[in-house]
């Protein structure tokens, strides 16, 4: 066996071996959970969030939360006590914000999902959020970004480039205290009203609006905030009247791959997309871009494909996926399911039964290191959902009620 061969060999070894002690600890962890005392159980919720032990001082309180005997506990609401309130406790301090959500937000920000990335103006305007119980279906739509305070790092917030974010990384600011909120246009220099939450984020634009066409921008958001790829959305059968020019209509010279796949993801994402039309990110400036009233020169590119198809003439937006297969989604009947513009999209994408549940997933992953598995994982998830729905959209109760299940698995 050549030294080639030996090493592939001892590291599908050591592959095997520690996917099994990973799957050991994990499930002694869970044993522990299910039957550790108060303390035990408290320090369990305080480690999984903050991601980091207490110290003697924090662990007196959050034993004392756990018997129900710490008056802290009133001061995150009516009806917070024992194992919630040692999750809430958890969410003082600041690795919570600097790390355990810097991680959970950082995957969506760019294509490859890595964790590995800067801080950027995506990622603190999750943190705030979450901080701030900012009903997080707004996400996608508000005119709102975050900021550091004032002279906390030497460069100030920039359209243009990441200096500012990756300096409060840098310096290991308390984002916890030290994050301010600030209307994104202000800091983007495009009007509110173009504004689309992280959509419009500098860092979203330079990930998703960069070159191509802009469906990545909708192809993320998507597969990021409604935890579903373009190849669970294929639907064949929605008219295809707003597919645009670009798409080939007999890719290789056989039409039965358009009539059969292509078409399935184009006549959904088309007409949706068609809401980013006035947005590019420029490589030559580090900005977002925003022509308003002229569609950008990409929505042409390839247009020859197939000069029949649709040409993109403005920002007005159609969601085909309110009626067939895709309803499921649940998108809100209150909503028009149509409009101008990345905002209005927004909303209709945020207030979705699909970007609830997608929220309360990736926290439950996030805490409980695994996806839901069994039944009484997914009725917890949906009593979570129904929760998060009906309170607001605040994100902190959703890591207070997963932390609180997963202590107990």
Aim: glycine share 8%; aromatic share 10%.
């Amino acid at each position: 066996m050549n030294n080639r061969m030996w090493k592939k060999h001892m590291d599908d070894v050591f592959g095997i071996l520690s996917r099994f002690t990973l799957a050991g600890l994990l499930c002694a962890a869970f044993a522990l959970s299910a039957n550790a005392g108060p303390r035990e159980q408290a320090k369990l919720i305080y480690d999984r969030i903050a991601g980091v032990p207490p110290s003697a001082a924090v662990m007196a309180d959050i034993e004392s939360a756990m018997q129900g005997t710490n008056p802290q506990c009133a001061t995150y609401g009516a009806g917070i006590t024992g194992a919630q309130c040692v999750a809430y406790i958890a969410m003082d301090n600041k690795d919570f914000y600097n790390v355990t959500l810097k991680n959970f937000a950082a995957p969506w920000t760019n294509r490859d999902q890595s964790v590995f990335v800067p801080l950027n103006d995506y990622i603190a305007t999750v943190i705030g959020m979450i901080r701030d119980d900012i009903p997080f279906n707004e996400l996608l739509s508000r005119d709102i970004t975050y900021i550091g305070r004032t002279g906390v790092v030497p460069a100030g917030p920039s359209a243009n480039n990441n200096t500012h974010y990756e300096q409060l990384e840098s310096n290991n600011i308390n984002l916890r205290d030290e994050l301010l909120v600030a209307s994104q246009s202000s800091v983007n220099g495009i009007p509110s009203t173009a504004t689309a939450g992280i959509m419009t984020s500098r860092a979203a634009s330079e990930a998703f609006f960069v070159a191509g066409t802009n469906r990545a921008m909708f192809r993320f958001t998507l597969l990021n905030h409604l935890c579903n790829d373009m190849e669970q959305m294929h639907d064949p059968a929605l008219t295809p009247d707003r597919i645009r020019q670009d798409v080939s209509r007999s890719p290789g010279g056989d039409s039965r791959l358009y009539l059969n796949n292509c078409i399935g993801c184009h006549t959904g994402m088309d007409p949706m997309t068609q809401a980013f039309a006035y947005y590019n990110y420029d490589e030559a400036s580090g900005a977002l871009e925003y022509t308003q009233g002229n569609v950008q020169p990409k929505y042409f590119n390839n247009d020859l494909n197939f000069p029949p198809g649709y040409r993109t003439p403005d920002d007005s937006w159609s969601n085909y996926w309110r009626r067939g297969q895709n309803a499921y989604l649940g998108f809100d009947a209150a909503l028009p399911g149509e409009g101008q513009g990345a905002k209005s999209l927004g909303e209709e994408l945020g207030n979705s039964y699909a970007f609830a549940a997608c929220q309360v997933k990736k926290v439950f992953r996030a805490v409980c290191l695994r996806a839901p598995e069994n039944a009484n994982d997914r009725s917890e998830v949906d009593n979570i959902i129904s929760t998060f729905r009906s309170s607001g959209f605040n994100m902190k109760r959703v890591f207070a009620a997963t932390a609180v299940h997963c202590m107990g698995q």
